[in-house]
């Protein structure tokens, strides 16, 4: 009788041992999902999409902008008038130079008026365009470079109604600009608005 109660009890004891070794396999498969958990990747493509973001900035950051149109304040202006000149005209060379440190372009005819009175006072009539000189396409003036436009001044006694007036210069308009520059050259205007002095071809490289 004894033996059967001792035999009773080991396999009560065996039966807890197995029961207790349920729950041990149990936590291993949840550690096993544990490390299945997708955050590393996650991880991973995260690192991947910070690393591409630089590049399409620095892509970005590299394409150079076109340059813009010249205005008056980059430019300095000067007259050639060693052209000579025919019947009672006198060929001139208009010349602009970049005096920025920026690159800018410079594209067809300038706004040209004779000024006078020491104040910039207009006298007659503005610069006609020349259209035997047109446009050539635009020209790109690096900092330091200069473009020129054939300019032809017409003689004040050609013409018997002209009331001559003294100019100090010209006032000059660049291409698409709304400020002008002054070039100092003493010239004898008419103060009639009907009487075209000036005529003035567009720019081209110099």
Known sequence: MRALI???TAALTTTALAGCGTPSNAGASTGSDSSADPTPTVSASTSADSSSAPASTNSSSGSAAAPGLCNASMLAGSVDDTGGGAAGHIYMKLIVKNSSNQTCIIDGYPGVSLVGNGSGTQIGA??????????????TLNPGASAEAQLRYTQAGNYQNCTQTPADGLRVYPPSATDAFFIAHPLTGCSESSIVLLTIGAFRGA
């Not at 259209?131 to 020209?139: F, I």
């Open 6 to 8: 001792l035999l009773a």
């Open 126 to 139: 503005p610069a006609d365009r020349d259209a035997t000189l047109p446009s050539t396409g635009p020209v």
